[in-house]
């Protein structure tokens, strides 16, 4: 303990009290001997980083818990082949550093139930870079993050249908070998549909 404490730069009291509260998790025992690891080490400098940033204990304590509760990073991207997305490994600190001040636990599991986000170890993986890149675009311009995933839930809806339909036409009358040549060409179609479709909407008049 004392060692870590000091590789931490933190107190050994200080240590005690994050573990008293959940914030790392217990220690490996040999009899009466407690190994710790880079583990706890790297988890008491997210810790840190994100006390810097102004997270509360509370607030560390109910992220370590959503983050914990997540699905590992083999479950999620396992799901996901074939795929065209690149995902995207981050620090819980870099994580809050992208969206700052909307990472609060709810979000956070919520991410994590969608998919967007899976564990691995002390990291976090986001499963595609556009996602991510667009999502962080959006809350900056004053969009708050809870609003974003839900837009994405809702979309997600869409999307599954509009795949059925382009796969089913595919399959049907497109060679197997075919497919990947042709999927380019079913998101143009999705592309321009959605674009025209914003486009009506933007031209209606204001409600009274």
């Not at 082949?81 to 001040?101: C, I, K, M, N, Q």
């Not at 900056?140 to 509009?162: F, I, K, Q, S, Y």
Request: aromatic fraction near 4%; avoid cysteine; charge should be negative.
């Amino acid at each position: 303990m004392e060692e870590l404490a000091e590789k931490a730069g933190i107190t050994v009291r200080t240590l005690r009290f994050y573990r008293e509260r959940g914030l790392i998790p217990p220690p490996r025992r040999e009899g009466r001997i407690a190994w710790y690891s880079e583990h706890h080490l790297a988890r008491l400098r997210t810790i840190a980083a994100l006390l810097e940033r102004g997270h509360t204990l509370n607030g560390i304590a109910d992220l370590a818990t959503a983050f914990e509760s997540g699905r590992d990073v083999g479950e999620v991207l396992g799901l996901g082949e074939p795929t065209e997305e690149t995902p995207v490994r981050l620090s819980p600190e870099v994580l809050a550093d992208y969206f700052e001040g909307e990472v609060t636990p709810e979000n956070l599991a919520t991410a994590l139930e969608l998919g967007y986000l899976a564990t691995d170890g002390e990291e976090i993986v986001h499963i595609s870079r556009r996602l991510l890149d667009v999502s962080a675009a959006l809350v900056r311009e004053g969009v708050p993050l809870a609003a974003v995933l839900e837009a994405g839930r809702r979309v997600r809806t869409h999307a599954d249908a509009l795949a059925e339909i382009f796969v089913g036409m595919l399959t049907e009358h497109s060679a197997d070998d075919r497919l990947e040549k042709l999927r380019p060409l079913a998101k143009s179609v999705v592309d321009a549909e959605l674009s025209m479709a914003m486009d009506r909407r933007l031209r209606r008049p204001p409600s009274a």
